[in-house]
């Protein structure tokens, strides 16, 4: 039954039903009889760095080092996750795995502490008049408190003080539901004004109209304290105490919200999509000695209880406190102690290590004998009697999840809403055939969780590698456009050369032999016009040291070129080819100056004879053919590397232009003879 904001207002009064859900023996009144008690320093403290939802804390202390009470001993890794402090003053012992409280009896890293019995706090931080400092202050003060959900979830509060939408309605869950649980109830006896004080804080944080604290009618002690600090405040016309019917498991979040709007939570959402916020009792006295008195969480109040205790009851502890230490305050009998189970029995586990340490979701040690807690009887087959479906507060179909689960088919398990299942135990506890539901369903959600991981991890990766190849795809089509226009610009240079040295012949397409021409062309043109006064022609060492100084200066032109690219791109040794024109600079400086020199004392014009002649030509036409060469080689080296098909014919054109260049330098070196066939 859904009712607007407007009907819930009017008929605030009023309950709902609780769908499904059973009636399990309470066993209550064992630790409800002494008042809360402070429990004795232990030895020894281990604290896990992961006692919450989310990502575990990062250690900011280091062994050996002296701490405080109240001091930050790891911090926050990021929004969903809390900081550890210390509980007490000592040594940072060691930062090693221990065992964790954890249905799978794992280890996890953990700080441990050793106490140095001076009990000394840090410098507190308070927020005394927490009205005057932003929203987002306050709840980051609540973040670096370290405080997170302390009725068994352990979702850090500040993120749930930080909703996505607009909160009308802040509800205090006091149901404690679960069987020999009684530590929020002795906490509403004993403390009830922290509880009002904590809801006005958290009702001015979320800005919520109204706040309901809702209380099962088993706890008489407990409604009748809050009541009267209700009467008391100052915002008790915004706060309503609302008792219902004991039933389990009517603590579950959406079930409370249920109960006490009558609106259902629809699958997949949150109760912050609904202008609602759930938060424990515990979780808001915590919230309120750290805004009143800057207190970070580092003790909690834990239910002692079982038939193999002597003295149970209900004891404020250290967070990181042994088990063992604990059991030992409260008067274990070892020889009757059959079961350890930390939390309630119904949504607990058992541990099977004494070292186990207490964290910030220990609400309960249960230590049971053999008479109380019996071994389970042998799982039989399922006769179909649907009263796991009638027990369900989820309305879920427990049996056709439990086939499902069996199967391994995750599709049909999600079909069917397994995550909406809060693993209360109620359809095990009526299963007439003793069938562990609940394992099942726990186990199908890990395989299920690790399986999204899977994919979403396959997902990363291929997003990813298509990032790549798109990316080496654009630098390919870049190249093969650079490499294109390249080829058509020396096309085109290519066709203008022979264009103008044609003159209307047929084109030369060897360029030494082309080059050779122009020179003949040219000479011959000087050597008619008669009427001109011949220039002087230059020595052969100027000609050689003016080639020399053109190769140089345009070897310097290109690794300039590729140095200004390589600081424009970020791309190549800048280093390597600034160290390159440095070189390049000094030699061409030094070409220079050799060449003016030879040019200042360059002899008188004279008669040059026809063998000085040739050995000018000659010279150039070696310059040439090595240029030549060179040029053919890097056309080969380019078609080798792209497989062209032109490799063939490049080979012929480098081997040509090579025995031209060796048949040349003969000739200069007076090995052999010029011989009348053309080169």
Known sequence: MNLPLKDITESKQRVWPLTGGVHPEENKHQSTSVPIKPAPLPEKLILPLSQHAGSPAEPIVSVGEKVLKGQMIAKATGFVSVPVHAPTSGTIAAISSEAIPHPSGMHDECITLIPDGEDQWCELQPVRDYKSIEPSALVDHIRQSGIAGMGGAGFPTAVKLSPRSPIHTLILNGTECEPYITADDMLMRERADSVVAGAEILQHLLNAERCLIGIEDNKPEAIAAVKKAVAQSSKGHQIKVVVFPTKYPSGGEKQLIQILTGLEVPSGKLPSDLGMAVQNIGTTVAVYEAVQYGKPLISRITTMTGEALSSPGNLEVLLGTPTRHLLSCAGVNDQQLETLIMGGPMMGFTLDELDIPVTKTTNCLIAGTQEEFPPAMPTQACIRCGMCAEACP?????????????????????????????????????????IPLVQYYRASKGEIRAQEAKHAKAERSKVRYENRQARLEKEQAEKEAKRKANAERAAKLKAEKESSGSQGASAVTDPVQAAIERAKAKKAAAGSANSKPAKAAMSADQKELKIQLSLANAQLKKTRRALTQAQEKGEGDADKLSADVSMLE????????????????????????????????????SAMAKAALKKAERALAKALEENSSETEALKEKVEECRKKVDTLSKVLTGTTTLTSEPL
């Open 394 to 434: 989820s309305s879920l179909l427990p049996q056709q999840l439990y086939w499902h689960a069996k199967s391994e088919n995750h599709e049909q398990l999600k079909h069917h809403n397994l995550f909406d299942c809060i693993e209360c135990g109620a359809c095990s506890f009526v299963c007439p055939s003793s």
């Open 586 to 621: 000094k030699q061409v400086a030094k070409l220079q100056k050799d060449f003016d020199e030879a040019a200042s004392t360059e002899p008188p014009k004279s008669e040059k004879t026809a063998n000085d002649e040739a050995a000018k030509k000659l010279k150039i036409e």
